[in-house]
C-alpha cells in the first residue's frame, strides 16, 4: 500500500492552486503550508508538493466517493495551469464501473480522477 507520494515543481503556486482545487471534491485539503505543502483527508496527509525539478512521466489517481465528484474535480482541472485531457467517463476495459476524468497538471503531470461506485 502506498504511505505517500511526493512531487517536485517550479511552479509551486500553480501546483498548489490547481491541487487545491480538484482534490476538494475528493475531500482533500491543504493541511501543511510551509516550504513543503502537503494535502490530506480522513486524517491522512498522504500527498507532497515541494520545490524543484518537476517530477515527469508518471500518472496517478485520486479516488473520489462517487461520479459526481470525478465531474467537480474535472471541471476544475483546467485552472491554474492545469488543461483538462479526457473528459469524464466509464472505462468498463477496466472494470464496469470504473468512471474516470483525466488531467495534466501545471508540469503535465497525468493526473486522474476515479470512483469504482456504480452510478
Do not use: N
Amino acid at each position: 500500500m502506498l504511505d505517500h507520494l511526493e512531487i517536485r515543481t517550479r511552479r509551486l503556486a500553480d501546483c498548489v492552486g490547481f491541487y487545491r482545487q480538484v482534490l476538494e471534491p475528493a475531500g482533500y485539503s491543504l493541511l501543511v503550508d510551509g516550504p513543503k505543502k502537503g494535502f490530506g483527508s480522513g486524517g491522512r496527509l498522504d500527498f507532497w508538493i515541494v520545490e524543484g525539478d518537476p517530477s515527469v512521466d508518471v500518472h496517478y489517481a485520486f479516488v473520489t466517493d462517487d461520479r459526481a465528484a470525478v465531474d467537480r474535480a474535472y471541471a476544475m482541472a483546467g485552472g491554474h495551469g492545469g488543461v483538462q485531457e479526457r473528459a469524464p467517463a466509464v472505462l468498463p476495459h477496466i472494470h464496469p464501473y470504473y468512471y474516470a476524468g483525466f488531467a495534466h497538471d501545471p508540469d503535465g503531470r497525468l493526473v486522474e480522477f476515479v470512483s469504482h461506485t456504480e452510478a
